[in-house]
């Protein structure tokens, strides 16, 4: 007799008791960007998470990963994901992925975010950085915006890729998408079924209704997107050395419409350009 699956589609009441833990996300994981400055270590940017997160009544649900012991991940340079805090210090043109997370209540938050560090001696580097930056955001908002309309979940990919093969590097060559890791579920634990794909692929996925909750998370390179973790067991790199950027939220889908949970605002700053309006959680 085969084991009974958790639906992926939750509950009204169940959406309802999602928004705390996306809030809390979101404004520990702006607390965490603020931080970020030359000087700074990467263990003082994960002391200025915990404790917005602490005060606001949650717990950082990284530290229930098995064998993770911090409240983000903090990934600089040629890191792409699950940099771990600790003394590295930040320096002038770094370009630092910030990965967030919160337990409210037993249901969770995710939520990523890239800084560029202003370097006035080598701005070329700066604008280099800010340029994938800004195409990965964009992405993840185009990801979104298909949510909004899709039938079937793997349409997300097939927007993410669209909006990154249309915005290039400045000179032309072509960003690389991270297909070793993807988006995922998120509710009760923070990463559930279903998978989600920043890539096109050929399944449909399954169909996008009411309830459906999921964590759309792009990672783009300079170049190649090839991968390796290193001796930490965690920290996963560019094979070329080639600078890397993540962004990252969590969206219900609801009898409304859609609504980015960690985001202050719904998602309507980012969905705007699309002609999206989120609809709240009633």
């Known amino acids: 007799m085969r084991p009974l699956r958790r639906s992926i589609y939750k509950s009204p009441a169940q959406l309802r008791l999602m928004r705390e833990p996306g809030l809390l996300t979101a404004r520990a994981l702006a607390a965490a960007c603020d931080a970020v400055r030359p000087g700074v270590t990467t263990a003082e940017i994960d002391s200025v998470a915990e404790s917005v997160i602490v005060a606001g009544g949650g717990k950082p649900n990284f530290k229930m990963e098995r064998g993770y012991h911090h409240t983000l991940c903090v990934s600089v340079n040629d890191e792409v994901v699950h940099g771990i805090p600790g003394d590295r210090v930040i320096e002038p043109g770094d370009i630092v992925s910030i990965d967030c997370g919160a337990d409210v209540g037993g249901w969770n ?103 459906l909750v999921v964590a759309i998370e792009p990672m783009v390179v300079e170049a190649s997107p090839d991968t390796e973790v290193q001796s930490d067991d965690w920290t996963v790199v560019t094979t070329d050395g080639g600078a890397a950027a993540h962004w990252e939220h969590s969206i219900a889908v609801h009898a409304g419409g859609i609504w980015v949970l960690t985001a202050e605002d719904g998602g309507a700053a980012g969905l705007a350009p699309f002609g999206i309006t989120p609809a709240p959680i009633a």
């Open 109 to 211: 938050g995710d939520s990523a975010a890239t800084v560029v560090v202003p370097d006035p001696e080598r701005p070329d580097v700066v604008a280099a950085r800010e340029k994938l930056s800004a195409a990965t955001e964009g992405s993840l908002w185009a990801g979104i915006a298909r949510l909004a309309t899709a039938t079937h979940l793997n349409e997300i990919g097939d927007a993410v890729q669209s909006f990154i093969e249309a915005n290039p590097a400045a000179d032309g060559s072509a960003y690389g998408i991270i297909e070793d890791y993807i988006g995922h579920g998120i509710g009760r634990s923070m990463h559930e079924e279903p998978p989600v794909f920043n890539y096109r692929v050929p399944m449909q996925g399954p169909a996008v209704k009411n309830g």
